[in-house]
């Protein structure tokens, strides 16, 4: 196991068993004192448009997250999975408003909701380390996102979002890796920029 590829391939299967172990024995997923601090940290700049998931499996609950983005009066949108891109489109979202099953049977919101381009995206993470980069589920589709959105300048900050079970001291990573300005844990913010 040389490349950093295989690396990876390793580190995922490890850390999808040390996820579900964490997301048993974890009792509260969502701070909100945690959320208060990052949000007024963010507040200071002009930032309406959130992008956050639906969490599956045993991610990280976001249930309380978007709520609690929604009740500040921003726009929330989650990201779908288009066959004419390499990277997310996103689209709005709002709690009342039914969810299709996208791509590998996320839910996500249909083709008429409005397109919009996040300013703040809160991002899974199967892991997260030291660095502020962040392991992912293997598609790429976040890094490709933040690629095209800094090739496009376009400002925005990204957030991890995991449990504090999951950061590691470092993960092999390669030039597709884009670092995250912040990951958010239920105990703790850590910033990166």
């Known amino acids: 196991m040389n490349n950093i590829v295989d690396q990876k391939i ?8 040390i996820r579900r172990e964490i997301f048993k024995n974890t ?6 004192n945690l959320i208060e601090i990052l949000y007024n940290k963010l507040r200071k700049e002009t ?4 992008s956050s ?14 709520y609690y983005l929604l009740e500040k009066q921003k726009i929330l949108c989650l990201p779908c ?11 709005r979202y709002n709690f009342n408003q039914k969810l299709v099953k996208g791509k590998f049977d996320i839910l996500e919101p249909s083709d008429d909701n409005e397109l919009l381009i996040p300013d ?9 380390d030291n660095n502020g980069y962040r392991l992912g589920y293997g598609g790429g589709y976040y890094d490709k996102t933040f690629d095209y959105l800094i090739k496009n ?12 079970g999951q950061k590691l001291s470092s993960l092999p990573i390669d ?3 884009i670092k995250l300005n912040y990951v958010m844990t239920e105990k703790n913010i850590y910033s990166y920029l």
Do not use: M, W
Not at 10 to 17: A, H, Y
Not at 27 to 32: E, K, V
Not at 47 to 50: E, K, L
Not at 120 to 128: G, K, M, Q
């Open 175 to 177: 030039k597709y890796d």
């Open 53 to 66: 998931f639906i969490s599956i499996y045993s991610e990280i609950n976001t249930k309380e997250l978007n």
């Open 81 to 91: 999975v288009s066959p004419n891109h390499s990277h997310l489109i996103f689209r």
């Open 10 to 17: 390793e580190l995922r299967k490890k850390q999808f068993k």
């Open 153 to 164: 300048k376009k400002k925005f900050i990204s957030v991890g979002y995991a449990f504090e």
């Open 27 to 32: 009792l509260t997923h969502f701070n909100i």
């Open 120 to 128: 703040i995206l809160f991002v899974p993470c199967l892991a997260f």
């Open 47 to 50: 930032f309406n448009i959130f």
